[in-house]
């Protein structure tokens, strides 16, 4: 440390207030350019969740220009998907998005079940709605959490992972999986659920809407994290629909879409749940990271409901389908697409007979979600884009795919 | 699956109330348009000349009943057997909500729209909707990078998942795997 820094050469009445200071950049940075510096952030970066690298041209503090590159974990899950039969491809899905495996397969079987006119028994496609609500709730939990260790908050974070620890050992009891399952399979689920993992069950819901208002408490009540997430990187309506932004990006622009209620897919059409969109009424403004946090930990409510009311409308019966052994979808085309955490998952399938796919295309909600902050994240200061790449909650594995 | 009618429904060949709207109001703006189309069971589309892909677009998004404001997915599959690469674009509206009768439908719940152009593989020139949907800019870039379809008039159309100097695009179906890229084996010696 020098005994020349800043800290100990100015006597504190001479120190400027810390908000002078701020806005005085912000001043330099409109008015006076000064040179402009070109700044790599990540690819192996806390900040960025994973892979991403983002080249930001700067002016002081100020983000003048940005181009994300992605590609880091392209693991060419469209050419396998050409290259083994269907029920082959449906475990790589779950490598897509890693957080929310039971989702992606959820959305794959429906899209292959679509193709090949397969109809599944009803008890599977409650157990599948089941799983899927506390895959979001995981996944919810997990960028709730991260979101505060990116604005410097640790607590909540460790925390969090109290609950999803129960969470993820649900679906392992289940699947045999902690992260990846492959439970979800064309035709239905691999195995029924238990007395004693629905009693689990029951104990981790409870234990969710125990801690929930917890975390709540702890971040979006919070002054300092209200200050690095009100306001900052407001993605608006009409900016989220052309960018094809999705999710809780979308509804936090206040378009109040949700797949599971406008274009019901699976059995979400006898479930009666919410869907939190636009202004949280507590901090912010429309389309900010704050509302974005506020419809995740909304949302993780809502999926309790959606489960809740799936154990009890559930009825008993065969859990998978009678497939032939060889699966030969007729040719056609299927365009499937589920609400994911992070968005509107969608499958696309060319199938010419065979038992492989001709085409198979995956749209991942996060591809579409952080392409946007090449337009939003200009102006805004180097510390508020961590929070704006934080608040679109990506998974790069399936940014990449 | 509940949703999915069994093939040889009645239903199957109702023709779906989004793509018909689209199609025709296709053919009363821009007659010449329109390719081919197919309006019924579980994909429904309608296949437009390249040279009339950008006013088709602008059309569908600014006609007031089918707002399609969002470009969901651009894909490009190729069709060997006929020489031909096809760029297959899925739109859908955040502006419109689909009213409950269009949600009980079979087999096709979902109201997207389909538009699809083809062109040869020798020139696979597709003008881009960049400008009309934001959103289609990395789905053109990635499109380009695994099919090779050639999307014109657009900014830097570069590569996006793989490296620059990845040798053609693994997506087309006559692509073969390289042995090695920059000395490193793709292929490892006891095979796939």
């Given at each position: 440390m020098s005994t020349n820094g800043r800290s100990t050469a100015l006597t504190p009445s001479e120190a400027e207030p810390a908000h002078e200071l701020h806005e005085r950049q912000l001043l330099v940075g409109r008015d006076l350019r000064t040179e402009e510096m070109v700044l790599n952030i990540g690819p192996q970066h806390p900040a960025t969740h994973g892979v991403l690298r983002v080249v930001i041209k700067t002016d002081g503090e100020i983000v003048r220009a940005l181009q994300p590159h992605v590609g880091n974990l392209h693991r060419c899950a469209e050419k396998i998907g050409e290259s083994v039969p269907y029920y082959q491809w449906v475990p790589y899905v779950d490598r897509m998005d890693y957080l929310a495996a039971m989702c992606n397969e959820h959305v794959a079987c429906m899209a292959i079940e679509q193709l090949g006119d397969i109809q599944i028994p009803e008890r599977a496609e409650y157990i599948r709605v089941i799983v899927a609500e506390v895959q979001r709730i995981l996944s919810h939990l997990m960028a709730i959490g991260v979101y505060g260790l990116d604005l410097g908050a640790f607590t909540p974070f460790l925390h969090q992972f109290r609950e999803r620890e129960r969470g993820m050992d649900l679906l392992d009891h289940i699947s045999g999986g902690r992260l990846l399952y492959h439970y979800v399979r064309i035709g239905g689920v691999k195995r029924d659920l238990s007395r004693d993992w629905l009693d689990e069950l029951d104990a981790f819901l409870a234990a969710v809407e125990k801690r929930l208002p917890e975390y709540n408490l702890l971040l979006m009540e919070n002054r300092i994290f209200q200050e690095r997430t009100c306001g900052i990187g407001v993605i608006d309506r009409d900016t989220a629909v052309r960018w094809g932004v999705t999710g809780p990006g979308l509804r936090a622009a206040g378009v109040d879409w949700d797949l599971r209620r406008d274009a019901p897919y699976s059995v979400y059409d006898r479930f009666d749940f919410d869907v939190p969109h636009g202004e949280s009424g507590i901090a912010g403004v429309l389309g900010d990271c704050f509302q974005r946090h506020w419809i995740r930990a909304k949302e993780v409510e809502q999926s309790v409901r959606i489960v809740r009311q799936a154990l009890a409308q559930m009825p008993e019966g065969p859990v998978m389908a009678n497939l032939p052994k060889s699966f030969r979808p007729a040719a056609g085309e299927v365009y499937v697409r589920g609400e994911n955490p992070r968005g509107e998952l969608a499958c696309y399938f060319v199938s010419e007979?065979?038992?492989?796919?001709y085409r198979c295309r995956c749209r991942g909600p996060s591809y579409s979600n952080i392409a946007v902050i090449t337009e939003v994240a200009e102006g805004v200061l180097i510390a508020d884009l961590v929070a704006l790449i934080g608040s679109m909650d990506i998974v790069l594995g399936e940014v990449d795919r | 699956m509940a949703k999915t009618s069994p093939a040889g429904d009645a239903s199957t060949n109702e023709a779906d109330p989004i793509t018909k709207a689209a199609l025709d109001l296709i053919q009363r703006e821009l007659p010449d348009a329109v390719v081919a189309s197919e309006s019924g069971g579980k994909h429904p589309w309608i296949r437009v000349k390249p040279e009339s892909l950008r006013a088709v677009a602008r059309l569908v998004r600014d006609d007031e009943g089918l707002a399609m404001d969002c470009c969901h997915l651009v894909s490009g599959v190729d069709w060997q057997a006929d020489d031909e690469l096809e760029a297959v674009y899925h739109l859908c509206s955040y502006a419109k909500k689909p009213d409950a009768e269009y949600r009980k439908?079979?087999?096709?719940?979902?109201p997207w729209l389909c538009i699809k152009v083809r062109v040869p593989r020798g020139a696979p020139d597709v003008p881009t909707v960049m400008d009309i949907w934001t959103g289609a800019d990395w789905h053109e870039r990635e499109t380009f990078d695994l099919v090779g379809i050639r999307f014109t008039g657009r900014k830097e159309l570069r590569r996006i998942l793989?490296?620059?100097?990845?040798?053609?695009?693994?997506?087309?179906?006559?692509w073969v795997t390289p042995a090695t890229y920059h000395g490193v084996p793709i292929v490892p010696p006891e095979g796939l």
């Open positions: 007979g065979k038992d492989t796919a | 439908r079979t087999p096709k719940n979902d793989l490296p620059e100097d990845w040798p053609g695009h693994p997506l087309r179906k006559d």
